[in-house]
């Protein structure tokens, strides 16, 4: 005999069902949810019924967490109607603009999210329930955030096969605009120019071999999510632009010089970060526990997870444990070893004391 | 009983047997070809050989043809000495630039060549015999090349599975600089950006998703071969390097003025380009036979095929019909049907006479 709360599914709340929310709803449907969700385009939602990423449409009052996956400016109104309507959800997101978001929604129960996951693809029929498998999931956690609310988030994702990278919001809007928003802009730059050349010349888009079909592919994508991103992220934007336009202006007169040992050193530098970019599959490590004593007040668990994020340590396992006496409990995570050194030092600066032991692998 | 004639192999010669030179030796095997071939590091030969990209070591005094698959610097010596050298053979490059070349070898038995493929692989492990498979392979002809030794280069390269196009040199090189080089360098630019910003913060390149390491993979290329490059096509990488930072700079003044539609016309017209690019494996089309009676002088042929390459018109078949006379000759091309009639309408204006008939597909 099952007793009916080990079979009840637990539930999730989608609003938006476009390739992100119905990735997310499949993939926590083949995890054995039950997902309720809803599209502003009606059509959306009745797509994303029939290939499996919904239960139902409509709006779940006992939904336990609810996903966003709408446009980074229709975020701060529609985490306000989740909030107030489901008094004890969890609301999170997954725009790529976060400190404009936190801080227009500003609740112990939100919080913000960017999994670092997409596709060329658009809608719910290019979502896939793998997705965010092995992917980056950044939460941006504030003073404010409620550490239940944090932790409930966090597990949710990384069951999804995310990392999970916890990260300031300010931050995180301006390393995407190096790594991400800039990058697009430039696709699409590339590709203008390009366009530009071949109504001079017929050959030249015959010419563009694998390298700039690479380069460009991105350029291929929707550009309706753009505007927002560009309005939200404007000054980071700008600012890693200006970089480009400064350092292609170097390389310029590296070329029209003729300098080519200084040419060189920049293609060298740049061989040795792409070869050294960290791949999506992580390698196996050995991994230590690291038990960390803190008081039982909101914000620690955000300074922390940051603290981890900045120093790219990739937390595997986050638990706390709650004193008997309640005002103080033990902060239990699961890290590389190799990383556990500075992230310790980290945390003594900042006065925490951390016991680590070696984990069997 | 078989004739000798009927079994022996066609012969080839190899300067330079890295990646692409060893492609090239791969793929002529696989035809049944008779390789040599040499390359000035003795180990890079050697290896070439263990791979089954050559049959043997050296050179070979009855080569019809001569790929030169050296650095863009060491073609024209190279070049000359296979000339002299080789009495009958004809000769071609694979250089990723062509007008320094063409200019500094000029004779009428050598063909520049360019084809449109690579790998961020290097060296002779890396090659593989079907890297020209449906990929484009521009021929560079010129008023000195002589007609048979362009078709033959043409037949050679078409067998390997390459689409010929043939183009201007100065043309190629400009064309190159915006979808090949310019791309390049572009690509290292970001990965630098990247790596800077790595520096501020760890988690940064844990941010690369998909697009960024599409966009920054062939920065991962060896650099050895980039100061040839520059140096040798330095005015139209320049001049595509100009036109890049004024278009960026254009798209930082969008985003920063929060001018909406103005990004979203430059992103429109990038994903339109984007779509359109034609992809590698051709489309089967409705193909034409175009009968042009030409004058038999040397130049004709360069003409008319390097007209067909700037209105990217893929000659699938090309042939010369001589006539009993002896001035006069027959050019005999299968081209698609859809690019028939401007291909014609561009022959007339150059007062050529065209005969058009559909082939049965």
């Not at 029939?50 to 446009?71: K, R, S, W, Y």
Request: charged share 25%.
């Amino acid at each position: 005999m099952t007793s009916p709360t080990e079979t009840a599914p637990r539930r999730a709340q989608l609003v938006g069902t476009g390739l992100v929310g119905g990735s997310i709803g499949l993939a926590l449907r083949e995890r054995g949810w039950h997902v309720t969700g809803f599209d502003r385009d009606p059509d959306r939602a009745v797509r994303a019924v029939e290939v499996g990423a919904l239960d139902e449409i409509g709006t779940d009052d006992a939904a336990e967490i609810v996903f966003l996956a709408v446009p980074v400016s229709q975020v701060p109104e529609a985490a306000m109607k989740a909030l107030s309507s489901k008094l004890s959800a969890v609301v999170t997101d997954v725009g790529s603009v976060k400190a404009p978001i936190v801080e227009a929604v500003d609740n112990p129960r939100f919080v913000g999210g960017h999994p670092m996951a997409g596709s060329e693809q658009e809608g719910v029929d290019g979502a896939s329930g793998d997705l965010f498998d092995g992917a980056v999931w950044v939460l941006t956690p504030t003073e404010q955030t409620d550490t239940e609310a944090l932790m409930l988030v966090r597990d949710v994702v990384s069951s999804l096969g995310a990392q999970v990278l916890a990260l300031p919001p300010e931050r995180h809007d301006a390393l995407v605009a190096v790594v991400s928003h800039v990058p697009h802009l430039t696709a699409a730059s590339l590709m203008v120019l390009a366009a530009e050349g071949a109504e001079e010349s017929g050959a030249l888009l015959r010419l563009a071999a694998g390298g700039f079909r690479d380069m460009t592919r991105i350029a291929a994508g929707h550009p309706g999510i753009w505007p927002d991103i560009c309005t939200e992220n404007r000054d980071a934007i700008v600012e890693a632009l200006d970089r480009l336009v400064e350092s292609l202006t170097a390389v310029r007169s590296v070329v029209a010089s003729g300098d080519r040992d200084g040419l060189l050193r920049v293609l060298e530098r740049a061989r040795a970060a792409r070869v050294n970019l960290p791949s999506r599959a992580v390698q196996a490590e050995a991994l230590v526990e690291m038990r960390v004593p803190v008081p039982d007040r909101p914000g620690v668990i955000a300074e922390v997870t940051t603290l981890a994020g900045e120093l790219a340590v990739n937390i595997y396992d986050l638990e706390i444990a709650h004193s008997a006496e309640g005002d103080r409990g033990v902060l239990v995570m699961v890290v590389d070893e190799s990383t556990s050194e500075a992230f310790r030092g980290a945390l003594f600066a900042r006065g925490y004391r951390v016991a680590v032991t070696p984990l069997a692998s």
